[in-house]
């Protein structure tokens, strides 16, 4: 990513370290954020070039377990009495394979760190790790002098979590660049820990227990204080149901006094309640009357009811997601929904009949494959559902490659969509076409992405090389090429209309044909401005935000003739009038473009309409745009 992300997870294990008055003394401890791209070369570098340290400590998702492994047999060459500790879902209770592939490894932790870490600390310095010491340190496992593995009795979960040290309020993270800058993406914090739920694909729960356990509301004022200060526009929680519980209504009413104190923050974006109670709907209201910015989630994950049975989630009061949505679409609240493919239960047909239903109501749709992650019941009980995996070629997830419902030939044959519902339905990259499409022309949402999957597969221009469909299991680095592609780069911009004119503009009822056109262009002229595509002496600057404005002609009123579609209503070609919109657009999406929460903001925004009386019936040719700049 451009930007950094916030290290939280070992930021909570420096601040440990640095509260503890026995280690504090005895450790300078340091935090190396490394992003997705470094080499192993550079990581390297940054981290041994200096000075090699007496301990390293990683924290480990699939996205970075090998070059993990492949630091620790580097560091043991050059410090072989160092120690070694792992942590993360990924590795935890994994100390078979993670010793088995990398015997450079001394520790595994399997479960919260702010506890077991210090302590691995302590019986290291006093020389009693691994033996006696690591026997008396609950949630580790280690090898014994013989080789043989130790794994110690779960630690129970810190209970009152007031007593974890606050990486922000001791200053263990560092929250500003050179130039004294914000230095991240957004701030990530936690308000609690603990899920209640146990769904099959996912180790939230198991990971950090089922009952829910709140952070004191005064430490969370003050670590809100931190981010307001430093100006930070996103923060993100990293809670599994926010939205639950009544301490989730007197943090936000904390965040809302904030706001209205610094201007800061400006939205909060989070893993919303499965079941959305009346304390969601007080605090979404809430949110939407203090302009508190963010995107609400249905996270159904499938709509087949076997796949549903199959991944725990039977019990989830989610069945009335549609009157969710429509009441998130009345309130003027941008909602997404998540899915994920090749759930064991789930077909071709079924996931596609879902998607589309789904589409009517809510057309973001975040598409997921699903991988296999340890500790998991499907990776439990992967021979009942027939799971048929391969590990991925830069992370180590298990990627699915068949089920006892679908087959690797089916599976294959959905890449080009799922490539294309990603990059294009979950960033919201189309926000308009989807409804005058199925009404005009009779395309779902889905068999517009395949249009353009197969459109893109054909094309010859090297410009369409991101957005071709993969020969295999599509993976993120593939995604992250295709939106940066369709975000970034114009000539995608000129393919994109040569495949409107042949696949699209075709089937479209020829009465309706301008209709559409204009809605597509209406599609593409509010997407994000690129820098050094506008006159920097018309970007407006207020802080750190920058602003470009222009207002543009359209033949027909976009947003009414959708609105009109998605209401059920008739649209009279007759009736329509020409509209002069005023646009405006915040820049800087180069720094964002990873992150579909962000990049969403850097759309363009209507500050005013100016309709005009119609004098002709639509015609989208006899109409050109009037750019008016500032």
């Known amino acids: 990513m451009p930007l950094e992300s916030m290290p939280l997870?070992?930021?909570?294990?420096?601040?440990?370290?640095?509260?503890?008055?026995?280690?504090r003394d005895e450790f300078e401890t340091v935090i190396v954020n490394l992003r997705g791209a470094t080499s192993i070369g550079t990581a390297v570098s940054a981290i041994f070039s200096e000075t090699v340290p007496d301990v390293l400590a990683i924290s480990v998702f699939g996205w970075n377990f090998r070059e993990a492994l492949v630091l620790a047999e580097t560091f043991k060459l050059l410090k072989p009495d160092g120690l070694v500790v792992l942590g993360g879902t990924h590795v935890a209770n994994q100390a078979q394979r993670v010793f088995r592939l990398c015997p450079e490894v001394d520790v595994v932790v399997n479960g919260e760190g702010e506890l077991t870490f210090p302590e691995l600390l302590h019986a290291w310095l006093a020389r009693e790790f691994p033996e006696p010491g690591g026997h008396k340190i609950d949630g580790v496992s280690f090898r014994r002098a013989d080789g043989t593995i130790v794994t110690t009795k779960r630690r129970i979960g810190v209970q009152d979590l007031g007593t974890i040290a606050s990486p922000f309020l001791n200053g263990s993270i560092p929250m500003t660049d050179a130039a004294g800058n914000f230095r991240y993406d957004v701030a990530i914090m936690e308000t609690n820990r603990g899920c209640p739920y146990h769904c099959a694909f996912c180790y939230w729960g198991g990971a950090i227990g089922q009952k829910i356990r709140r952070f004191p509301r005064?430490?969370?004022?003050?670590?809100?204080?931190?981010?307001?200060?430093?100006?930070?526009?996103?923060?993100?929680?990293?809670?599994?149901?926010?939205?639950?519980?009544?301490?989730?209504?007197?943090?936000l009413e904390d965040v809302i006094k904030l706001r209205e104190k610094t201007g800061y923050p400006r939205a909060i974006e989070t893993s919303w309640a499965k079941n959305k109670s009346a304390t969601f709907y007080r605090i979404v209201k809430r949110?939407?009357?203090?302009?508190?910015?963010?995107?609400?989630?249905?996270?159904?994950?499938?709509?087949?009811?076997?796949?549903?049975?199959?991944?725990?989630?039977?019990?989830?009061?989610?069945?009335?997601?549609?009157?969710?949505?429509?009441?998130?679409?009345?309130e003027g609240l941008e909602c997404y929904a998540e899915l994920i493919w090749g759930a064991p239960g789930e077909t071709t047909e079924s996931f596609l009949q879902g998607y589309d239903e789904l589409a009517l109501h809510i057309p973001r749709i975040a598409t997921y494959p699903l991988m296999i992650l340890p500790n998991t019941d499907y990776r439990e009980r992967r021979e009942d559902f027939g799971l048929v995996t391969t590990r991925g070629q830069s992370d180590d997830f298990e990627y699915v490659l068949a089920t006892n419902t679908m087959t690797f030939q089916e599976n294959l044959a959905m890449q080009g969509f799922l490539l294309w519902a990603r990059a294009v339905g979950e960033n919201s990259f189309f926000r308009f076409i989807w409804r005058p499409l199925l009404r005009y022309a009779g395309l779902t949402q889905s068999q517009v992405?395949?249009?353009?999957?197969?459109?893109?597969?054909?094309?010859?221009?090297?410009?369409?090389d991101p957005l071709k469909t993969p020969s295999t299991i599509v993976e993120p680095m593939a995604v992250n090429a295709a939106v940066r592609a369709l975000f970034l780069d114009s000539r995608v911009r000129d393919l994109l209309s040569e495949w409107w004119e042949d696949e699209i503009r075709p089937v479209v009822k020829p009465e309706y044909q301008d209709l559409v056109d204009e809605v597509f262009r209406?599609?593409?002229?509010?997407l994000p401005i690129i820098d050094g595509q506008v006159d920097p002496a018309l970007v407006e600057q207020t802080g750190l935000t920058r602003t470009y404005r222009r207002s543009a002609h359209f033949s027909v009123d976009v947003p009414a003739v959708v609105a009109a579609l998605r209401e059920g209503r008739e649209v009279e070609l007759t009736d329509q009038m020409p509209t002069t919109f005023d646009f405006a657009w915040r820049l800087g999406?180069?720094?964002?473009?990873?992150?579909?929460?962000?990049?969403?903001l850097h759309m363009a925004?209507?500050?005013?309409?100016?309709?005009?009386q119609p004098e002709h019936p639509v015609h989208t040719e006899a109409i050109e745009s009037v750019p008016v700049a500032g």
């Open 605 to 612: 925004t209507i500050e005013r309409v100016h309709p005009q």
């Open 287 to 330: 949110m939407q009357e203090a302009g508190l910015h963010s995107s609400f989630t249905i996270a159904l994950q499938t709509l087949n009811d076997t796949a549903l049975r199959d991944m725990n989630r039977r019990n989830m009061k989610l069945n009335d997601w549609k009157a969710l949505a429509e009441w998130l679409s009345a």
């Open 218 to 251: 005064e430490r969370l004022i003050a670590e809100m204080e931190i981010f307001a200060f430093h100006k930070v526009n996103t923060v993100i929680l990293c809670d599994a149901n926010f939205g639950m519980q009544s301490g989730d209504e007197e943090f």
């Open 589 to 600: 999406l180069e720094a964002y473009i990873d992150n579909h929460e962000e990049a969403l």
């Open 9 to 23: 997870a070992i930021g909570y294990m420096k601040a440990a370290v640095d509260a503890d008055e026995g280690l």
């Open 522 to 526: 209406f599609d593409l002229f509010t």
């Open 449 to 464: 992405l395949f249009k353009l999957a197969h459109w893109f597969d054909a094309c010859s221009d090297e410009t369409a």
